[in-house]
């Protein structure tokens, strides 16, 4: 076990590197886990990995003590019972929507038209919140990844989908038409532990946020 004595649900994929990478800063001994990609539970260092879409499932059961996961994630499971505890800083990236270059603004186009706008995404609770929010109605298609082929073929009029530095969306000739949200990674505790393992959790917090005001 770690010297916090708790169990932390790391991101393996594109946060995987920056979140060992902290973890290493604060004394927690991650090259086991660097240098093995198919196991997925390492006692000694305290961490168990995982799909980021996972993580919260594992520490609001309590399998793991605090975990490290994306905003987007967290907005997307938002009836999770967690407890957001810091933004580590690290994993920018933006949800937006998004259509083909050239094309007409597929609200104002839906508008037009009196129709409703047809929109893939995986992000569906996202997606969903915010058209509600702004009023419009759309028909939700879920696609599971990949979502920048939708309305490259005609399934859809837009995307809601994930942008970090913008290739995938150029790449494929898709503009942004409107931000939805900004994600960072962000670390998370289960509410019992937060209580019960107060001390050893304020002392990861900290250790994670040197520089931050009040860490
Ligand atoms: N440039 C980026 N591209 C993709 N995801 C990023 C990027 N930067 C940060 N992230 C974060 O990483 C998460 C996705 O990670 P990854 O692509 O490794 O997993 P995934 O295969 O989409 O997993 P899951 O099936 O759990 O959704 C995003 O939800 C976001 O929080
Ligand atoms: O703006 P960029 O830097 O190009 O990054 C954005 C891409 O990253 C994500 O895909 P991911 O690799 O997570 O795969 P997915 O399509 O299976 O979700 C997202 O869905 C975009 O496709």
């Known amino acids: ?7 932390i649900a790391v991101p393996r994929g594109t946060m995987l590197g ?9 004394g927690i001994d991650t090259s086991e886990v660097r240098s093995n990609d198919r196991k997925l539970l390492f006692e000694d260092a305290g961490i168990v990995t995982m799909r980021p879409s996972d993580v919260a499932t ?3 059961a309590g399998a793991a003590d605090v975990g490290i996961t994306g905003k987007d994630v967290l907005m997307e499971q938002r009836g ?3 407890v957001e505890l810091a933004d580590l800083g690290f994993g920018p990236c933006r949800i937006v929507l998004a259509s083909v270059a050239g094309d007409p603004d597929p609200a104002v186009e839906a508008l037009r038209r009196l129709g409703i706008m047809r929109v893939a995404t ?3 609770g996202i997606a969903g919140r915010f058209f509600e929010e702004t009023g419009r109605q759309v028909e939700l298609v879920k696609v599971n990844g990949s979502v920048e082929l939708a309305p490259l073929t005609g399934l859809v009029d837009a995307i809601v989908d ?3 530095t913008g290739t995938t969306l150029r790449e494929n000739g898709l503009v942004e038409r409107e931000e939805i949200a900004f994600s960072t990674a962000r670390l998370i505790v289960n509410p ?7 001390a050893a959790v304020d002392e990861l917090r900290r250790a994670l946020l040197p520089a931050a005001p009040g860490a």
């Open 18 to 26: 920056d979140a060992l990478d902290h973890l290493d800063r604060v």
């Open 192 to 198: 019992a532990a937060h209580r019960l393992k107060a």
């Open 80 to 82: 999770r019972d967690v």
């Open 162 to 164: 994930l942008t970090a």
């Open 1 to 7: 076990m770690n010297r916090y004595g708790l169990r």
């Open 58 to 60: 594992y520490v609001e």
């Open 122 to 124: 995986k992000y569906t």
